[in-house]
């Protein structure tokens, strides 16, 4: 999975249609103002992929033991990584030999990816140049992420996942207007039916808005990769509501 640096090897785009403004299609609490961060940014995310889910029926084949899109590092934002160490947290408390493995998962993932990062390996931020966004096309596009139990094909912390694996699967607006379909889905749908599935295109704005308050907050910048944000030594299990 590669995504949205700058395209995504588990995705295809499919129609060059241009997409309403942001703004334009979101409901009124959703919409970002003066850049603060959306109250319950999760809710609205995943309302408005059950809303696709519905839409796209028969065509999303996404199912439990499907990992198509695990494979392959993506960047997240901290407030997705807050939100992984918090749910990881939790998972120490309530089921600890699943977390025990989600450790020893991340340990085994940074042997392979620390060599190769394309950032600053010390706070696990990527690198914001164009060259390391080069150099992160072809970075680790067969590693697994740590938090995928490869046996049951299931992420392990599923509820705490970050908002990327939350919307993929329907019909995504690229920034060339394009939309973009998981390769294994909509396979047999036509042009229209994969644009009346589009997941809502003022999605990325609210998301962006949150995340950059988020940051702002903590004196944060850039992304980081699922791996580099559980790692015990740099780990901050909290995430405060805010």
């Known amino acids: 999975?590669?995504?949205?640096?700058?395209?995504?090897?588990?995705?295809?785009?499919?129609?060059?249609?241009?997409?309403?403004?942001?703004?334009?299609?979101?409901?009124?609490?959703?919409?970002?103002?003066?850049?603060?961060?959306?109250?319950?940014?999760?809710?609205?995310?995943?309302?408005?992929?059950?809303d696709a889910y519905q839409r796209g029926g028969k065509h999303l084949v996404c199912k439990p033991g499907c990992s198509?899109?695990?494979v392959g590092v993506f960047p997240i934002a901290h407030e997705d990584a807050a939100r992984l160490r918090a749910g990881l947290a939790l998972l120490e408390?309530?089921?600890?030999?699943?977390?025990?493995?989600?450790?020893?998962?991340?340990?085994?993932?940074?042997?392979?990816?620390?060599?190769?990062?394309?950032?600053?390996?010390a706070t696990g931020i990527l690198g914001e140049d164009y060259e390391a966004a080069t150099l992160f096309e072809e970075f680790a596009n067969d590693e697994p992420c740590p938090v995928l139990d490869l046996d049951r094909g299931t992420c392990d912390l599923y509820e705490s996942r970050p908002i990327l694996c939350r919307t993929f699967g329907p019909p995504m607006r690229t920034e060339e207007g394009n939309l973009a379909t998981c390769e294994l889905c909509y396979i047999h749908a036509t042009t229209d039916?994969?644009?009346a599935c589009?997941?809502?295109?003022?999605?990325?704005?609210?998301?962006?808005?949150?995340?950059?308050?988020?940051?702002a907050a903590r004196g944060l910048h850039g992304e980081t990769l699922i791996a580099y944000a559980l790692r015990t030594k740099y780990g901050d299990s909290s995430l405060r509501s805010e």
Do not use: Y
């Open 1 to 50: 999975m590669k995504l949205p640096r700058m395209g995504h090897p588990a995705m295809m785009a499919v129609c060059p249609i241009h997409a309403a403004s942001p703004h334009e299609r979101a409901p009124r609490e959703a919409r970002p103002s003066d850049g603060n961060r959306m109250p319950d940014l999760i809710q609205i995310v995943d309302a408005a992929v059950a």
């Open 198 to 215: 589009e997941l809502e295109p003022w999605l990325p704005a609210i998301e962006e808005a949150s995340n950059a308050a988020f940051n």
């Open 193 to 195: 039916e994969i644009v």
């Open 68 to 70: 198509q899109c695990c």
């Open 93 to 121: 408390e309530t089921d600890p030999q699943r977390a025990a493995r989600i450790h020893a998962r991340v340990v085994e993932s940074l042997a392979r990816l620390d060599p190769w990062f394309p950032g600053d390996r």
